[in-house]
């Protein structure tokens, strides 16, 4: 774990200038904070080549990526529920796998699978495709339960055990898992307390026009994927996510989230409220994505713009509210947007000058 | 699903949730149950200092608390049936129970049932109480004593106000118009009667109300009171936030234009000498009746300080005559009253029976006079003495001896132009002198002296009256010394010392202060002359008021009698003679030709001076004293006094307006101090911003960042001020501006929730003082009119601040 705490700190101002070297560093502890935000500035640029104008399902998704969590997209089939993970992956540089999940996909592909060597004459350990830094988990749904746990036990523990052996998973892990709501036939719809385990839930939405007749024009002959290259070491990556862990959450923001995360559990309308392990990772996905900002502490605006993809999927209505809605994640990200709005900000430390 | 768990589509609306708080039953449970404590309070408070101002006319305290205690009685047991769960709609009828149970155990006397509930007995004793209360203010002048039917209808009134705001404030949720029905008691003093302004009173009243809407603001923002819907100002919706209720902006516009209305209205009401508002008023000059003390009803329209017009006459006579209104011979001991004597149909006035004890040998003259009556609705009609016929009189009017006065059964002098024709009597000093004989029985009443009478009144007269032979003589003692040099005339003196009125103790303490006005000295010399056995009584009346300038026709003066010329004087019995009058009080009206020494038959003007006999009297010479130049004088004086008063008013009331705009700029001055200072940072630097937001009428929610704020702000100030920089480049606002507010939110952001301590390199103080004056500046340069103007005269901020701090004190201090 990464999470041993450093010696060098200095978090420059905000007001410094942003540039410098992004590319060939080699500081693999720790990126200051103008460099966080101009990596992420390129990050994003990068996947932006590929995805028009989702300018905010983008910062999200390296967010997460930036928070170490894992993300879930979801959304109909055709939208660039891959192409983002995809991109986000090549955009930086480190290792990418894919796993396309289908009712007959084993656990074993997940996680890897202990071979017998004639050679040596021994088991030997063969990693699954999650031994990578970014795993992209087509179509989560369509993939056994018992698969589905296997995945989701990795992607907590950061660790596979087979056979009695523990592996660790290399560092930064994330998954970024698809998962396509209208179809649900001959699916296993991930049950609320697997849901829990991702981060944050993103759905792509539609394109508008301009950006649908821009990627015609784009990817009529080829997939725009190819040109893509990473612009961020592994490196770097780790320095950035160091650099998150760093930033600064105040009593007043930290108090803030409670109370929002303590709302969705009193809310009538909800029949499932958000768990503690929602309050810490709405925290930390605050921090990434103030660090992307270039700030080293994290404002209430933070809370507030990631509270529904933090939170929206791990609530569920009550039955009353939903009514005869077939898709209960509108209904539900309504009420965390009026949970939101309804919630007092508390100023913080007035009390130094 | 079952079906039940179904709902209406309309509640699965997507902000339902603070909506379906008011419909859901038991929110609404809840809300019944509240009893609103602190509205309640702040009703009381209002009514009962508004209440205060009914001060000027009633006489001492007792009346306020009853009525306090009636007010608190119905509103605090509303709420408590609010409390207990009573329907809100039944508010107004609990609020009534309460205020007949309350006027049943204070007014009752027992005969409630259980002292609570009434009984017929109490009904009528009710009714017995409100026509004893009716009658009692029609007759009393003020400030009035608070007899028991005025009581009565004090109670009740407070009552009835206080269902009515309760009512208005609690039930149909406006306490702005609450305000209304307490102008009652705030507006009787100054419209009905036209006494001054009861300032302090109207202050108060206004305090209390602002602190009532202040009380009812904080409830709803409280969330404890649903609110009418209110109409959102200017930028004040964001889609998405909740929606708090409760810009009682609008509550505050109206009760400061009411309370304003209010005090300009009681002010300019006693300005206005011979107004319309003052005509309007009925009996106003003269109001007393046989229940309370003439006497000091008639101080009282002495010390009026604006002498108001009461009739005019001409006359035939030589000397302008007293008109007598009546005579008072009952000496009770605490007041001089008219005799019982019973309405005579025979009494025609166009034929009235010669006084009592005339004779023939007397020397008369019979006058004509005219009189028209003005402003003044008595029951007696002032007339020359002894009259002998009126003609001209609308109504029934009927002579009466005992009380020496005419009187009508249904009708007043109001508006009256009638003709006397009335006796001089012109008796010589020897024809007095020798008057002598036994009193008739009816005349013996006016030797009666009440038992408690003090020794000093007999040993006085029998002091001064040492040495004479005669009646006569004696009067004449008495007269001289009551008008010598020891004794001075006063209105003011004998109410601030607590001696006013006509009763005996009064007399003789004022024969040892030798201070006081006609009715001291009139009172004086009547008790006097009974103690040593001379029949006498007090006349009431007018003395002959002033010539007017414009007014000789023919002739014929026309004599202008005002508030001032009222006045009393002693008459004293002679066998032969009849009711002869006297002067005893220094300086005012004429003294009798017959009580001067060697001019016999020469009538003279007042104080001895010697003069044409047809002259009028007038109105500068030496003949009026000073107390009457003085009452003269103050009409002017008066009025440029009621200018100036109001002159101090309109200031004051703007002083007031302007209180809020003083405060909000003082505040934003300490708080650039303290900016320049380094004293405080960013913090105090963004408050002011949020803080000039809310009195530009953006709406501050204390569930936004101060981010969500600002990228509000900026909309606002960037739009105009991005025009501005491209046309005028210097412009206020725009570019700048917005930068300047975006520092000034890094700055605020980073105190608030950055590492603490963090923020020390933002020591550029002057840099962050200009930020924030030009970010005032845009906000101001881009808001409307209406709006600067609001946001200068009326800072919403100082009641809604634009932060407030909430959830728990910050840790990391």
Same mark, same amino acid.
């Given at each position: 774990?990464?999470?041993?705490?450093?010696?060098?700190?200095?978090?420059?101002?905000?007001?410094?200038?942003?540039?410098?070297?992004?590319?060939?560093?080699?500081?693999?502890?720790?990126?200051?904070?103008?460099?966080?935000?101009?990596?992420?500035?390129? /990050? /994003?640029?990068?996947?932006?080549?590929?995805?028009?104008?989702?300018?905010?399902?983008?910062?999200?998704?390296?967010?997460?990526?930036?928070?170490?969590?894992?993300?879930?997209?979801?959304?109909?089939?055709? +939208?660039?529920?891959?192409?983002?993970?995809?991109?986000?992956?090549?955009?930086?540089?480190?290792?990418?796998?894919?796993?396309?999940?289908?009712?007959?996909?084993?656990?074993?592909?997940?996680?890897?699978?202990? +071979?017998?060597?004639?050679?040596?004459?021994?088991?030997?350990?063969?990693?699954?495709?999650?031994?990578?830094?970014?795993?992209?988990?087509?179509?989560?749904?369509?993939?056994?339960?018992?698969?589905?746990?296997?995945?989701?036990?990795?992607?907590?523990?950061?660790?596979?055990? +087979?056979?009695?052996?523990?592996?660790?998973?290399?560092?930064?892990?994330?998954?970024?898992?698809?998962?396509?709501?209208?179809?649900?036939?001959?699916?296993?719809?991930?049950?609320?307390?697997?849901?829990?385990?991702?981060?944050?839930? /993103?759905?792509?939405?539609?394109?508008?026009?301009?950006?649908?007749?821009?990627?015609?024009?784009?990817?009529?002959?080829?997939?725009?994927?190819?040109?893509?290259?990473?612009?961020?070491?592994?490196?770097?990556?780790?320095?950035?996510?160091?650099?998150?862990?760093?930033?600064?959450?105040?009593?007043?923001?930290?108090?803030?989230?409670?109370?929002?995360?303590?709302?969705?559990?009193?809310?009538?309308?909800?029949?499932?409220?958000?768990?503690?392990?929602?309050?810490?990772?709405? /925290?930390?996905?605050?921090?990434?994505?103030?660090?992307?900002?270039?700030?080293?502490?994290?404002?209430?605006?933070?809370?507030?713009?990631?509270?529904?993809?933090?939170?929206?999927?791990?609530?569920?209505?009550?039955?009353?509210?939903?009514?005869?809605?077939?898709?209960?994640?509108?209904?539900?990200?309504?009420?965390?947007?009026?949970?939101?709005?309804?919630?007092?900000?508390?100023?913080?430390?007035?009390?130094?000058? | 699903?079952?079906?039940?768990?179904?709902?209406?589509?309309?509640?699965?609306?997507?902000?339902?949730?603070?909506?379906?708080?008011?419909?859901?039953?038991?929110?609404?449970?809840?809300?019944?149950?509240?009893?609103?404590?602190?509205?309640?309070?702040?009703?009381?408070?209002?009514?009962?200092?508004?209440?205060?101002?009914?001060?000027?006319?009633?006489?001492?305290?007792?009346?306020?608390?009853?009525?306090?205690?009636?007010?608190?009685?119905?509103?605090?047991?509303?709420?408590?049936?609010?409390?207990?769960?009573?329907?809100?709609?039944?508010?107004?009828?609990?609020?009534?129970?309460?205020?007949?149970?309350?006027?049943?155990?204070?007014?009752?006397?027992?005969?409630?049932?259980?002292?609570?509930?009434?009984?017929?007995?109490?009904?009528?004793?009710?009714?017995?109480?409100?026509?004893?209360?009716?009658?009692?203010?029609?007759?009393?002048?003020?400030?009035?004593?608070?007899?028991?039917?005025?009581?009565?209808?004090?109670?009740?009134?407070?009552?009835?106000?206080?269902?009515?705001?309760?009512?208005?404030?609690?039930?149909?949720?406006?306490?702005?118009?609450?305000?209304?029905?307490?102008?009652?008691?705030?507006?009787?003093?100054?419209?009905?009667?036209?006494?001054?302004?009861?300032?302090?009173?109207?202050?108060?009243?206004?305090?209390?109300?602002?602190?009532?809407?202040?009380?009812?603001?904080?409830?709803?923002?409280?969330?404890?009171?649903?609110?009418?819907?209110?109409?959102?100002?200017?930028?004040?919706?964001?889609?998405?936030?909740?929606?708090?209720?409760?810009?009682?902006?609008?509550?505050?516009?109206?009760?400061?234009?009411?309370?304003?209305?209010?005090?300009?209205?009681?002010?300019?009401?006693?300005?206005?000498?011979?107004?319309?508002?003052?005509?309007?008023?009925?009996?106003?000059?003269?109001?007393?009746?046989?229940?309370?003390?003439?006497?000091?009803?008639?101080?009282?329209?002495?010390?009026?300080?604006?002498?108001?017009?009461?009739?005019?006459?001409?006359?035939?006579?030589?000397?302008?005559?007293?008109?007598?209104?009546?005579?008072?011979?009952?000496?009770?001991?605490?007041?001089?009253?008219?005799?019982?004597?019973?309405?005579?149909?025979?009494?025609?006035?166009?034929?009235?029976?010669?006084?009592?004890?005339?004779?023939?040998?007397?020397?008369?003259?019979?006058?004509?006079?005219?009189?028209?009556?003005?402003?003044?609705?008595?029951?007696?009609?002032?007339?020359?003495?002894?009259?002998?016929?009126?003609?001209?009189?609308?109504?029934?009017?009927?002579?009466?001896?005992?009380?020496?006065?005419?009187?009508?059964?249904?009708?007043?002098?109001?508006?009256?132009?009638?003709?006397?024709?009335?006796?001089?009597?012109?008796?010589?000093? $020897?024809?007095?002198?020798?008057?002598?004989?036994?009193?008739?029985?009816?005349?013996?009443?006016?030797?009666?002296?009440?038992?408690?009478?003090?020794?000093?009144?007999?040993?006085?007269?029998? $002091?001064?009256?040492?040495?004479?032979?005669?009646?006569?003589?004696?009067?004449?003692?008495?007269?001289?010394?009551?008008?010598?040099?020891?004794?001075?005339?006063?209105?003011?003196?004998?109410? $601030?010392?607590?001696?006013?009125?006509?009763?005996?103790?009064?007399?003789?303490?004022?024969?040892?202060?030798?201070?006081?006005?006609?009715?001291?000295?009139?009172?004086?010399?009547?008790?006097?002359?009974?103690?040593?056995?001379?029949?006498?009584?007090?006349?009431?009346?007018?003395?002959?008021?002033?010539?007017?300038?414009?007014?000789?026709?023919?002739?014929?003066?026309?004599?202008?009698?005002?508030?001032?010329?009222?006045?009393?004087?002693?008459?004293?019995?002679?066998?032969?003679?009849?009711?002869?009058?006297?002067?005893?009080?220094?300086?005012?009206?004429?003294?009798?030709?017959?009580?001067?020494?060697?001019?016999?038959?020469?009538?003279?003007?007042?104080?001895?001076?010697?003069?044409?006999?047809?002259?009028?009297?007038?109105?500068?010479?030496?003949?009026?004293?000073?107390?009457?130049?003085?009452?003269?004088?103050?009409?002017?004086?008066?009025?440029?006094?009621?200018?100036?008063?109001?002159?101090?008013?309109?200031?004051?009331?703007?002083?007031?307006?302007?209180?809020?705009?003083?405060?909000?700029?003082?505040?934003?001055?300490?708080?650039?101090?303290?900016?320049?200072?380094?004293?405080?940072?960013?913090?105090?630097?963004?408050?002011?911003?949020?803080?000039?937001?809310?009195?530009?009428?953006?709406?501050?929610?204390?569930?936004?960042?101060?981010?969500?704020?600002?990228?509000?702000?900026?909309?606002?100030?960037?739009?105009?001020?991005?025009?501005?920089?491209?046309?005028?480049?210097?412009?206020?606002?725009?570019?700048?501006?917005?930068?300047?507010?975006?520092?000034?939110?890094?700055?605020?952001?980073?105190?608030?929730?950055?590492?603490?301590?963090?923020?020390?390199?933002?020591?550029?103080?002057?840099?962050?003082?200009?930020?924030?004056?030009?970010?005032?500046?845009?906000?101001?340069?881009?808001?409307?009119?209406?709006?600067?103007?609001?946001?200068?005269?009326?800072?919403?901020?100082?009641?809604?601040?634009?932060?407030?701090?909430?959830?728990?004190?910050?840790?990391?201090?």
């Amino acid at each position: 774990m990464n999470t041993s705490p450093l010696r060098s700190v200095s978090v420059p101002a905000l007001a410094g200038n942003v540039g410098g070297p992004v590319a060939d560093t080699d500081d693999e502890t720790l990126m200051d904070l103008p460099a966080v935000e101009a990596a992420a500035r390129a /990050i /994003i640029r990068n996947v932006e080549t590929v995805i028009d104008g989702k300018h905010t399902a983008v910062t999200t998704a390296l967010t997460v990526l930036l928070a170490q969590g894992h993300l879930l997209i979801e959304d109909v089939p055709g +939208v660039g529920k891959t192409m983002l993970a995809k991109a986000l992956a090549k955009s930086v540089h480190c290792t990418v796998s894919r796993v396309q999940f289908t009712p007959d996909l084993l656990p074993s592909d997940v996680t890897g699978v202990s +071979v017998f060597n004639q050679v040596d004459r021994r088991f030997e350990f063969k990693p699954g495709a999650i031994f990578a830094n970014i795993v992209i988990g087509d179509e989560i749904n369509r993939a056994s339960p018992k698969t589905q746990s296997a995945l989701l036990e990795c992607m907590e523990e950061r660790q596979v055990t +087979v056979d009695g052996s523990t592996y660790l998973l290399p560092l930064p892990f994330t998954v970024v898992a698809t998962q396509n709501p209208i179809e649900m036939e001959g699916t296993y719809a991930l049950p609320e307390a697997q849901r829990d385990r991702f981060m944050a839930r /993103i759905s792509m939405g539609y394109p508008d026009t301009e950006s649908e007749l821009m990627m015609l024009d784009a990817r009529d002959t080829s997939s725009p994927l190819a040109g893509i290259e990473a612009v961020v070491s592994g490196a770097q990556l780790r320095g950035m996510m160091t650099a998150v862990q760093r930033v600064f959450a105040s009593p007043a923001v930290k108090e803030y989230t409670v109370s929002l995360v303590r709302a969705t559990r009193d809310d009538r309308d909800l029949r499932l409220g958000a768990s503690p392990r929602a309050t810490l990772q709405l /925290i930390r996905a605050a921090k990434a994505q103030a660090a992307l900002h270039g700030r080293d502490y994290v404002l209430p605006d933070d809370i507030d713009s990631l509270a529904v993809a933090v939170l929206g999927h791990r609530l569920v209505a009550s039955s009353r509210v939903l009514g005869h809605h077939q898709d209960s994640g509108p209904v539900v990200d309504d009420i965390v947007r009026r949970i939101v709005a309804a919630t007092p900000v508390p100023v913080g430390a007035t009390g130094h000058p | 699903m079952t079906p039940s768990d179904r709902v209406a589509p309309d509640q699965a609306a997507p902000d339902q949730g603070t909506r379906t708080a008011w419909r859901d039953p038991s929110a609404r449970a809840a809300r019944l149950k509240r009893a609103e404590w602190p509205l309640a309070f702040a009703l009381l408070l209002l009514l009962v200092v508004a209440d205060a101002g009914l001060g000027p006319l009633l006489e001492g305290t007792g009346w306020w608390w009853l009525m306090t205690f009636t007010a608190a009685g119905v509103l605090l047991g509303s709420a408590g049936f609010r409390r207990v769960g009573l329907p809100v709609f039944l508010g107004p009828l609990a609020g009534l129970g309460v205020l007949v149970a309350v006027l049943t155990l204070l007014f009752g006397a027992g005969s409630g049932w259980l002292w609570l509930i009434p009984t017929g007995e109490t009904i009528d004793r009710f009714r017995d109480l409100a026509l004893s209360g009716v009658v009692s203010i029609e007759q009393q002048s003020t400030p009035a004593e608070a007899t028991a039917g005025i009581l009565f209808l004090l109670s009740a009134g407070a009552g009835v106000i206080a269902i009515l705001i309760d009512t208005l404030a609690v039930i149909l949720r406006v306490p702005a118009l609450a305000g209304l029905p307490v102008l009652v008691p705030l507006l009787v003093p100054g419209l009905a009667l036209g006494h001054e302004a009861n300032l302090e009173a109207l202050v108060l009243t206004a305090a209390a109300y602002l602190l009532l809407l202040h009380v009812e603001i904080r409830m709803r923002r409280a969330g404890s009171l649903p609110g009418p819907p209110v109409v959102a100002g200017p930028g004040t919706v964001a889609p998405g936030r909740r929606h708090v209720p409760g810009s009682s902006k609008g509550a505050v516009v109206v009760g400061s234009v009411a309370i304003v209305a209010a005090i300009v209205v009681s002010v300019a009401t006693p300005v206005l000498p011979g107004g319309s508002l003052t005509r309007a008023r009925p009996g106003s000059s003269l109001l007393f009746a046989n229940g309370v003390s003439p006497m000091i009803n008639l101080g009282q329209d002495l010390r009026r300080p604006d002498a108001e017009p009461v009739l005019h006459f001409r006359t035939t006579a030589t000397r302008p005559p007293y008109l007598r209104l009546l005579t008072l011979d009952e000496f009770s001991g605490r007041n001089w009253t008219a005799g019982e004597a019973p309405r005579s149909r025979a009494n025609a006035v166009d034929d009235i029976d010669l006084p009592p004890g005339f004779s023939p040998d007397i020397k008369t003259s019979e006058t004509i006079t005219t009189i028209g009556i003005d402003n003044l609705a008595a029951r007696w009609l002032p007339t020359p003495a002894p009259p002998r016929s009126v003609t001209g009189l609308l109504g029934a009017w009927y002579w009466n001896e005992a009380t020496g006065s005419i009187t009508s059964p249904g009708d007043t002098t109001r508006g009256q132009e009638y003709t006397v024709t009335a006796l001089t009597l012109e008796p010589t000093a $020897e024809q007095l002198r020798e008057a002598e004989g036994a009193y008739p029985a009816e005349i013996r009443r006016s030797l009666r002296l009440p038992a408690e009478t003090p020794a000093l009144i007999g040993d006085t007269a029998r $002091e001064v009256t040492a040495g004479t032979t005669s009646a006569y003589e004696a009067a004449r003692a008495l007269q001289d010394y009551l008008r010598g040099s020891d004794f001075a005339y006063d209105t003011e003196a004998p109410v $601030e010392a607590g001696y006013d009125g006509g009763g005996i103790d009064v007399v003789s303490t004022f024969l040892e202060v030798k201070t006081g006005y006609c009715v001291h000295f009139s009172s004086a010399m009547a008790a006097m002359a009974r103690s040593i056995g001379i029949p006498s009584r007090i006349a009431i009346g007018y003395q002959p008021g002033s010539l007017s300038a414009s007014g000789s026709v023919a002739g014929v003066g026309r004599y202008s009698v005002d508030t001032h010329d009222l006045h009393a004087w002693t008459e004293v019995y002679f066998e032969g003679v009849g009711w002869v009058p006297f002067e005893p009080t220094p300086g005012r009206g004429a003294v009798p030709a017959y009580t001067q020494d060697d001019a016999v038959t020469v009538p003279l003007t007042d104080s001895g001076q010697a003069g044409p006999s047809d002259a009028p009297r007038p109105e500068d010479l030496g003949g009026q004293n000073a107390a009457d130049a003085q009452a003269d004088a103050s009409s002017p004086a008066d009025s440029r006094g009621g200018i100036i008063r109001l002159g101090l008013l309109v200031l004051g009331t703007f002083a007031l307006l302007l209180l809020p705009a003083l405060i909000r700029v003082t505040r934003r001055m300490l708080r650039r101090r303290g900016l320049l200072s380094g004293q405080s940072g960013a913090v105090e630097a963004w408050r002011e911003v949020s803080d000039t937001a809310v009195d530009h009428g953006v709406f501050v929610r204390e569930t936004e960042t101060p981010r969500e704020l600002a990228a509000r702000l900026r909309v606002l100030i960037g739009s105009v001020g991005g025009t501005e920089s491209v046309t005028e480049g210097a412009g206020p606002g725009g570019g700048a501006a917005a930068e300047a507010l975006d520092r000034l939110l890094v700055g605020a952001e980073r105190s608030h929730y950055g590492r603490p301590g963090d923020d020390a390199q933002s020591a550029r103080a002057a840099e962050r003082v200009a930020d924030l004056d030009v970010v005032l500046r845009g906000i101001h340069s881009v808001s409307g009119r209406r709006l600067r103007v609001r946001a200068t005269l009326l800072p919403a901020s100082l009641w809604r601040p634009g932060e407030r701090r909430i959830g728990r004190p910050a840790v990391n201090a």
